[in-house]
């Protein structure tokens, strides 16, 4: 009761007798006061009364360096119920924080936990390979139950190894693999091979990171299976080598001599017979009636035996599931020679005596045709390819045979070149005795005829008044037809001056030379009514002496055949025919029956009476000579009474 009214500042001197207020106990509150003023930091100088309430007897030391004066107990349990207050409230903070402390710690350790659950959870469930490596050692701390199934290790097996024996390749330096400088970035990783417990390669690629397991420094690994990636990596280097080795192929058959492709083509059958595995590489080629088949070409290694020699003049009916099939279009590929259809036991029977294990044979075709097949074949052991090499060995077959048609056909044009002197030989010596003949033709056949002439003159002219009508006409006969014999000579000298001489080419302007020579007809025969057409300035390049013959006898020949009509029309153009450009001289004359074209352009060939269209029947054969040596060709339509047109070609 006294302690708490002193707490609540009663004045226990007025309510106790002063007997009970004894020395020592206003001494032991004032020293607790001074206490508590002290903790509290409260200055000394309010305190003098304390020392003078607490009346330390003389033993104890005294306190001169505070001052001392009056003052009451009262304050001093002021003092003391302050600093009580602040104890209380230090503990009760005390209490908060520990309870705090308490709670966070057990929320860690719960969180920790569940952490480490669901880490375990993620490791054990994870669809790929994890393990855990000790940073020092690589001894393996972990593996999940992926990792355990991939590799066949049991767990405690695993557990018990370090990295290094999982790999097929150590490094020279484990440290390389396993740096933790090397791990620091996320996106870092590294391939290597992995030999499961079979002795089964496996590609991997790994991917890690360094942390704290079970208090020490490991290695997260993540392993991935990258078997398919590495295999489609192979396969594509497969095909670029491929695809380099036709490149090269293609390239160097384009510019091959002709007497090299047989040895070449051996070379290629070399390389891309190691190149996809085979024992033997060989072409095959059907006979030119396509009833046999013969080898062409074939490489082997150096522990085959040759074959080429039994492969000669094979009748194709002895084969009829392999020639049908190739004749189809379609690849034999066969990795087994168990994988024959019953119906091809000729075929089993041939490669089975040849060795043969494993056959791949890709058709050659030309124009849809069968020409022959490429192949290879494996006698130590069975293989199969993959349809990337099927697909590109076609390409090389195209190769082969576009090579090897090339050659037949470069074969064919010189013997066609040597023929073709040879002929040319002939044909020269033949001309030289033609326009030899020619020229004795004419000049042995002018001598008689100008004979026959002057003696028809002088009989006409000494002997005409003898003569009776019938005799006179014997007489102009006899000099008709010497002047056609004349005619017919001149025309067969003019023929052999044509066929004959260089061209001396150059810019001609057709239209020019047209309108020279219908001034000419028309001059000839003034009376006649007449319309020229013709297109101006029609250029072409070639000779202008032979071009103006051949003008001539076209126009010739329209002048001719239109005599009948009372308004004759010609007319000279040009027309684009198939990107090309045409000439041609239209007339309305009486024209011709198109069904004896085809004796338009001989000569001596007449499609008209002599006696209504004279003439020799020889100036559209030299027309086409003309044109011929141009480099161009003529043609001609026609119809009964409505015309004839002429065209023809010269090249630019």
């Known amino acids: 009761m006294r302690f708490m009214q002193l707490y609540k500042g009663i004045n226990v001197r007025d309510s106790l ?12 509150a004032c020293r607790l006061a001074l206490i508590f003023a002290a903790v509290l ?3 000394f100088s309010s305190l003098p009364a304390v020392y003078a309430a607490a009346s330390f007897p003389p033993a104890m030391p005294s306190f001169s360096l505070l001052p001392c004066a009056d003052i009451d107990l009262p304050v001093a349990i002021a003092y003391s ?25 057990r929320e860690s350790a719960a969180h920790l936990a569940a952490s480490e659950s669901r880490f375990r959870a993620v490791f054990e469930g994870a669809p790929e390979m994890i393990i855990i490596v000790e940073a020092g050692t690589h001894r393996i701390l972990a593996a999940n139950p992926v990792t355990t199934n991939w590799l066949g ?11 290094e024996q999982l790999l097929l390749h150590p490094p020279d330096d484990p440290q390389e693999l396993f740096d933790p400088a090397l791990y620091r970035e996320p996106a870092l990783t590294r391939e290597c091979q992995y030999q499961c417990q079979d002795g089964t390669p496996l590609d991997v690629e790994l991917t890690g990171t360094y942390f704290r397991y079970q208090n020490r420094d490991a290695l997260l690994v993540f392993i991935r299976d990258i078997r398919q990636r590495k295999q489609a990596e192979r396969d594509l280097q497969e095909r670029l080598q491929l695809d380099k080795i036709i490149t090269s192929l293609s390239t160097h058959f384009l510019n091959c001599p002709t007497e090299e492709v047989d040895q070449e083509i051996t070379r290629a059958l070399q390389r891309l017979a190691e190149f996809v595995g085979a024992d033997r590489g060989f072409v095959d080629l059907l006979s030119t009636d396509a009833r046999f088949i013969n080898n062409q070409y074939e490489w082997r290694a150096a522990d085959v035996a040759p074959t080429s020699a039994d492969r000669q003049q094979l009748p194709i009916e002895r084969f009829p599931w392999w020639i049908n099939a190739l004749y189809r279009g379609d690849d034999i590929h066969l990795p087994s020679l168990q994988e024959l259809p019953t119906e091809a036991a000729a075929e089993r029977e041939m490669l089975t005596a040849f060795g043969v294990r494993s056959c791949l044979v890709v058709p050659m075709m030309s124009n849809f045709t069968l020409v022959g097949y490429l192949g290879f074949s494996t006698v130590h052991a069975e293989k199969c390819w993959p349809e990337e090499i099927v697909g590109l060995l076609r390409i090389v077959g195209e190769i082969f045979i576009n090579t090897i048609l090339r050659t037949r056909a470069e074969q064919e044009i010189r013997s066609l070149n040597t023929s073709l002197k040879r002929r040319v030989a002939e044909l020269n010596a033949v001309n030289h005795e033609l326009e030899s003949f020619s020229y004795s033709v004419s000049h042995d056949l002018r001598s008689p005829l100008r004979t026959i002439d002057g003696f028809n003159h002088m009989l006409r002219e000494d002997y005409g008044h003898l003569l009776d009508k019938p005799g006179m006409e014997y007489l102009d006969s006899i000099q008709l037809s010497c002047r056609r014999m004349a005619e017919i000579i001149d025309d067969l000298l003019s023929l052999a001056h044509v066929s004959r001489g260089d061209l001396e080419r150059e810019p001609v302007d057709l239209s020019a030379i047209m309108k020279e020579i219908t001034i000419d007809l028309q001059k000839k025969d003034p009376e006649r009514q007449a319309e020229f057409i013709i297109t101006p300035s029609l250029m072409a390049h070639g000779d202008t002496r032979l071009l103006r013959i051949a003008f001539e006898n076209l126009l010739g020949n329209a002048w001719k055949f239109t005599g009948t009509r009372v308004r004759a029309r010609i007319e000279f153009g040009t027309m684009a025919q198939n990107g090309q450009l045409v000439y041609f001289v239209r007339d309305n004359g009486v024209g011709f029956d198109i069904t004896r074209t085809g004796r338009l352009f001989r000569a001596f060939q007449r499609l008209h009476s002599g006696a209504q269209f004279p003439g020799t029947g020889i100036g559209l054969a030299i027309v086409q000579r003309i044109i011929s040596r141009h480099g161009g060709s003529i043609w001609a339509e026609g119809e009964v009474e409505k015309g004839a047109t002429f065209y023809f070609t010269l090249p630019s």
Do not use: D, K
């Open 41 to 43: 930091g409260l200055p």
């Open 153 to 163: 290790y049991s767990r405690s097996a695993l557990e018990s190894m370090t990295i």
């Open 17 to 28: 007798p002063p007997s009970r207020t004894s020395h020592r106990g206003r001494s032991l």
């Open 81 to 105: 119920r302050i600093l009580l207050i602040f104890v209380l409230l230090l503990l009760c903070v005390l209490i908060i924080v520990f309870v705090v402390v308490m709670q966070l710690t």
